[in-house]
Each structure stands twice: as structure tokens, then as C-alpha cells.
């Protein structure tokens, strides 16, 4: 089984279309991978904003567990 020039010349031809189609692959990955990266930070600021707003917020406004009357089926 001998393998001509034209053979050997088609494998590597083959072998670099494969190998583009897989550096496309990999800066689409990296793409998406960066926009979910900025998407988690915004999202982590949005998190720690209405933390501290839920830290601000006034309590008073909230009844004692005593002072609750019951719901209407007790």
C-alpha cells in the first residue's frame, strides 16, 4: 500500500481544514465565554447593590410576630 504525492498533498489539506474549522470553534467558545464572564460580573454588582439596599431598608414596618392577628381560617 504506497501512498502517492497526491494522496499525502489531500491529508494535509484535510488535516489544515480541520484544524481551521477548530480554531473557529475555539474563538467562538472564547467569545461566548467572555460575554457570560462580563454577564456574572454585572450581575455580582446588581447582587451586592440590593444587598446593601436590603440592609438599609427599615425594619419598622414589619409587625411583631405577637402582634399579627391570625389569617382569617384559624
Do not use: R, W
Not at 489544515?16 to 467558545?29: G, N, R
Not at 461566548?32 to 451586592?48: D, E, G, P, R, Y
Request: glycine share 2%; with cysteine.
Amino acid at each position: 500500500m504506497t501512498t502517492t504525492i497526491e494522496q499525502l498533498e489531500q491529508k494535509i489539506s484535510d488535516l489544515e481544514c480541520q484544524m481551521a474549522f477548530q480554531e473557529q470553534t475555539i474563538d467562538e467558545l472564547n467569545d461566548a465565554l467572555s460575554q457570560q464572564q462580563l454577564l456574572i460580573t454585572n450581575m455580582q454588582v446588581q447582587m451586592k447593590f440590593m444587598v446593601g439596599k436590603m440592609k438599609t431598608m427599615d425594619s419598622s414596618n414589619m409587625a411583631d410576630a405577637s402582634e399579627e392577628t391570625p389569617p382569617p381560617h384559624y
